[in-house]
T-cell receptor, first 117, second 113 residues
Framework: DAKTTQPTSMDCAEGRAANLPCNHS???????VYWYRQIHSQGPQYIIH???NNETNEMASLIITEDRKSSTLILPHATLRDTAVYYC??????????????????FGTGTRLTIIP | NAGVTQTPKFQVLKTGQSMTLQCAQD?????MYWYRQDPGMGLRLIYY???????DKGEVPNGYNVSRLNKREFSLRLESAAPSQTSVYFC????????????FGEGSWLTVV
């Protein structure tokens, strides 16, 4: 199973761009990179996902390296409400997969991002 | 977290008691998951179900059983609760086609005394 490695914690000044790195050196060709965040003890919230091209939505941008072994989540103008734990996960194919996408999902420990006023 | 409903939201159990956490999704998703989250820790996968009628162990399955009753429902059972199972439990579902997002329930806070 592909694993991800993230820094334990990061700080970012309010209004600046927050760049959260993730290593996934054993990622397979058809595995996607997902980013989620969890505020307090709420359920994780989807942010963005990608396969190999850079992606952008209203929340963030995702930059995936050409070899796909690492990625960076960018929050362009961080606010205090962005303080959360951010998880980078890689979708792992189910060992009995019959329908593409029925997969095991494993989370790491995430990065605790603190936005500083 | 629209679409994934967990019950109960809070529960206190005595050691040795049994209980079932219920989860239902109304999005016609194939895959469903149960995670636990201990204080200050990340999410750990307990069990998952790739489709109706199938279940498989995750990282921390000991002390739990699951049932994928139908496509909508995926329950998690603690047969003999232990204090080490005090945690927040999250249910999630995934549509099953490439690139779809994962939807989480609100969480169930379980305390075993």
């Amino acid at each position: 199973d592909a694993k991800t490695t993230q820094p334990t914690s990061m700080d970012c000044a309010e209004g600046r761009a927050a760049n959260l790195p993730c290593n996934h050196s054993t990622i397979s060709g058809n595995e996607y990179v997902y980013w989620y965040r969890q505020i307090h003890s709420q359920g994780p919230q989807y942010i963005i996902h990608g396969l190999k091209n850079n992606e952008t939505n209203e929340m963030a941008s995702l930059i995936i390296t050409e070899d796909r072994k690492s990625s960076t989540l960018i929050l362009p103008h961080a606010t205090l409400r962005d303080t959360a734990v951010y998880y980078c996960i890689v979708r792992v194919p189910h060992r009995l997969i019959s329908n593409f996408g029925n997969e095991k999902l494993t989370f790491g420990t995430g990065t605790r991002l603190t936005i500083i006023p | 977290n629209a679409g994934v409903t967990q019950t109960p939201k809070f529960q206190v159990l005595k050691t040795g008691q049994s209980m079932t956490l219920q989860c239902a999704q109304d999005m016609n998703h194939n895959s469903m998951y149960w995670y636990r989250q201990d204080p200050g820790m990340g999410l750990r996968l307990i069990y998952y179900s790739a489709s109706e009628g199938t279940t498989d162990k995750g990282e921390v399955p000991n002390g739990y059983n699951v049932s994928r009753l139908n496509k909508r429902e995926f329950s998690l059972r603690l047969e003999s609760a232990a204090p080490s199972q005090t945690s927040v439990y999250f249910c999630a579902s995934l549509a099953g086609s490439s690139g779809n997002t994962i939807y989480f329930g609100e969480g169930s806070w379980l305390t075993v005394v």
